[in-house]
């Protein structure tokens, strides 16, 4: 199993709500990762979790909270985002935060209204 | 602070007309770099991982390569479902404050017309 699967694919919730977003692998990657893709750009780093700790966190707004409750699961809460957070939100996993290849997810098509 | 530049943005090529994608960057200690292929709404696909200068990796029509400050895709003979937005990423040696980072370029969008 080479896969990081994301739940669901798409998303639309309003500015009021709390969604979350899934993501699991089954490899033994010991590091996890949220992106961030606006259209035409490049994926965002926004969180980095390494022997489920989180080891980076890229500046992000409180609104959105990670939490990584063991080796095999990622999840992103969502509360109170604002139409600017419309994105395409990626998941990947490494073996380590500096060894391996990053395998990403499908992604989370989330929209905002 | 770790930087990725592609060039071009975007390119068109007929089918069966080789052509290269470039990526240049900086980082404080490379520890790989790496190219996906990424499809409009899907997540990045891996390509390839290159780590040091010299290095050279192939699958079918791809070929990449890396130098001290740039890394290069060839196609070689392409066809139309090569068309994607690829993208080159570098990560850091562990111990600076990018540690676990990849760092992405702009992509270059390639459209391969039959």
């Known amino acids: 199993d080479t896969e990081v699967t994301q739940t669901p694919k798409h998303l639309v919730m309003g500015m009021t709500n709390k969604k979350s977003l899934k993501c699991e692998q089954h490899?033994?990657?010991?590091?996890m990762y949220w992106y961030k893709q606006k259209a035409k750009k490049p994926p965002e780093l926004m969180f980095v979790?390494?022997?489920?700790?989180?080891?980076i966190n890229e500046s992000v707004p409180s609104r959105f909270s990670p939490e990584c409750p063991n080796s095999s699961l990622l999840n992103l809460h969502l509360h109170a985002l604002q139409p600017e957070d419309s994105a395409l939100y990626l998941c990947?996993?490494?073996?380590?935060?500096?060894?391996?290849?990053?395998?990403f997810g499908q992604g989370t098509r989330l929209t905002v209204v | 602070e770790d930087q990725v530049t592609q060039s071009p943005e975007a390119l068109r090529l007929q089918e069966g007309e080789s052509s290269s994608l470039n990526c240049s960057y900086t980082?404080?200690?490379?520890?790989?770099l790496f190219w996906y292929r990424q499809d409009p709404g899907k997540g990045p696909e891996f390509l390839f991982t290159?780590?040091?200068a010299g290095e050279e990796k192939e699958k079918e029509r791809l070929k990449a390569t890396l130098t001290k400050k740039e890394s290069f895709l060839h196609i070689t003979a392409p066809k139309p479902e090569d068309s994607a937005t690829y993208l080159c990423a570098v990560q850091a040696r562990a111990g600076g404050t990018s540690y676990g980072k990849l760092t992405f370029g702009q992509g270059t969008i390639l459209t391969v017309h039959p």
């Open positions: 979790y390494s022997y489920e700790k989180l080891s």
């Open positions: 290159l780590y040091s």
């Open positions: 990947a996993s490494s073996q380590g935060s500096d060894s391996g290849r990053p395998f």
């Open positions: 980082v404080s200690g490379l520890r790989g």
């Open positions: 490899m033994g990657h010991r590091a």
